[in-house]
């Protein structure tokens, strides 16, 4: 039974994590750096452990600092939350040599969707539909020009360990091949020390859209329906929302049973995300798997009723779901708007600084997740997330009506926010009527 959990994270998604664990009778230990020792989260935790410097190479990062902690505390789990060591096979493996349960799939499972090109394979073999791309490992540019020539242009090159958009380069024509191939090579050995690409099929103007999977140690899974993530910028999300207005009941049905039948490929067990991309025409294709909990995981939380942090907890615990696929009904629509300490003047240029004054809204249909409280500093050392902002209503219209009320409440003094821009996005005649794609934010 795990009756102590440390979350080796910080922010909003820790201060989430406790109030999970409290609600559970479980107890909680978080980390914190240097920088934030009067962070929310060292302060809402039952213990509080200090494990190093504000960068985060030498705190949040360290695998041998965290499984200290862990072991000092006398801790039998710990939950990664997301980013930091959340997909590190590494980590999690080391966990399980320590007999600490990490709180997400096995690490096994974590190494073979990190490599993307794997992940596709698996996908392959397991009849779920993938983008047209290379079967085999790709690692110059003469061998990789042949392979685009098959594939047909336009096409794009990726890095086998990426993901969110490091180490990627399209080439529309035979001619830019060569440079778009050498430099999304570069930038991947600079970034994952590894020179291994794969090309693709380039889907032009697509949606993303992702669906929420919850499984359990002993094969069963099912699907929590779909966000469509579409309104991003730099591979940044910035607005979520569930459902998507691009998906009929059918092709919901259709997607979210290759979403089943990805996960039970991978033999996945926990909460994890399959990642589409969905053209116009209705034809979708895998493209990454993410074997964590993620930011944008609330409003899937509020059309379906599903606390997906406890069932996280449950499920590495080792107990069986507490839902089968018939339980899952989609109420309302649920929007999520992220608000960061950034200038959307300045290209979104960070805004560290202290915050002198707030306001934040609530009210019936309105959740705020953050960690953030009236004299709070904002360091420099992470990222730029301060809350999220989430609503439901019964309908989407009724939804960016109560988000845009929500939004225009939103009072933070002292550091830039994108408050303001969001509020823009949600008048948006093309947000509005729903007509978005990943393009969205860069054709404003
Ligand atoms: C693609 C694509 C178009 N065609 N693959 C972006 C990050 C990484 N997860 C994969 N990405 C993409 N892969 C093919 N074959 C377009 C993107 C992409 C993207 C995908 C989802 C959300 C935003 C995006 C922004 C730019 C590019």
Redesign the pocket.
């Known amino acids: 039974m795990i009756e102590k959990v440390l979350i080796a994270n910080r922010g909003e998604i820790a201060v989430r994590i406790i109030r999970a664990c409290r609600e559970m009778g479980i107890e909680t230990v978080a980390v914190y750096s240097e920088a934030d020792k009067e962070a929310l989260h060292t302060q809402l935790a039952d213990e509080a452990i200090c494990i190093g410097p504000a960068p985060s190479s030498e705190s949040y990062l360290s695998m041998e600092r965290i499984i200290s902690a862990t072991l000092v505390s006398g801790a039998d789990a710990i939950h990664p939350g997301f980013g930091f060591l959340s997909e590190n096979s590494k980590f999690a493996e080391l966990c399980e040599q320590c007999n600490i349960t990490f709180i997400g799939p096995d690490s096994s499972v974590i190494r073979k969707m990190g490599n993307?090109q794997e992940a596709r394979n698996t996908m392959v073999a397991a009849n779920v539909p993938v983008?047209?791309?290379s079967k085999e490992p790709v690692y110059d540019a003469a061998a990789g020009a042949e392979t685009a020539e098959k594939i047909g242009y336009p096409?794009?090159v990726?890095a086998a360990l990426?993901?969110?958009?490091?180490g990627?380069r399209?080439a529309e024509t035979a001619e830019e091949f060569e440079n778009s191939f050498n430099t999304a090579q570069k930038e991947t050995k600079m970034a994952f020390g590894d020179d291994t690409m794969y090309i693709?099929?380039?889907?032009?103007h697509?949606?993303?859209i992702e669906f929420q999977i919850l499984a359990d140690k002993y094969g069963n899974v099912i699907h929590l329906g779909e966000r469509d993530?579409?309104v991003?910028r730099?591979?940044q999300?910035m607005i979520e929302e569930s459902p998507s207005v691009a998906l009929s009941e059918e092709l919901r049905t259709k997607m979210g049973e290759a979403a089943v039948k990805a996960a039970k490929a991978a033999q996945y067990s926990n909460a994890g995300t399959i990642?589409f991309?969905l053209e116009k025409n209705g034809n979708f294709?895998f493209?990454?798997m993410n074997t964590r909990i993620q930011v944008e995981h609330p409003v899937t939380e509020w059309v379906t009723g599903i606390d997906l942090i406890k069932e996280q907890i449950s499920i590495a615990d080792g107990r069986k779901l507490n839902y089968i696929q018939e339980d899952v009904k989609i109420t309302g629509h649920a929007i999520e708007c992220r608000i960061n300490a950034e200038n959307p003047k300045k290209n979104f240029r960070p805004s560290p600084g202290a915050i002198t004054d707030m306001y934040l809204p609530g009210g019936k249909g309105v959740r705020i997740d953050s960690a953030i409280y009236s004299g709070y500093t904002v360091t420099p050392y992470y990222d730029s997330m301060l809350a999220k902002l989430i609503v439901h209503a019964k309908n989407r219209k009724e939804a960016i009506r109560k988000m845009r009320s929500a939004l225009g409440e939103v009072i933070i003094e002292g550091i830039d926010t994108n408050v303001d821009y969001q509020y823009e996005i949600l008048h948006h005649p093309d947000f509005e009527s729903g007509d978005i794609d990943?393009?969205f934010i860069e054709r404003l």
């Not at 990426?162 to 490091?166: N, R, V």
């Not at 693709?200 to 032009?204: A, I, M, N, S, T």
């Open positions: 993307k983008i047209p791309g096409v794009i990726k990426g993901g969110g958009g490091k990627m399209v693709e099929h380039f889907v032009q697509p949606r993303h993530c579409s991003q730099n591979h999300k990642e991309l294709y493209m990454e990943i393009e």
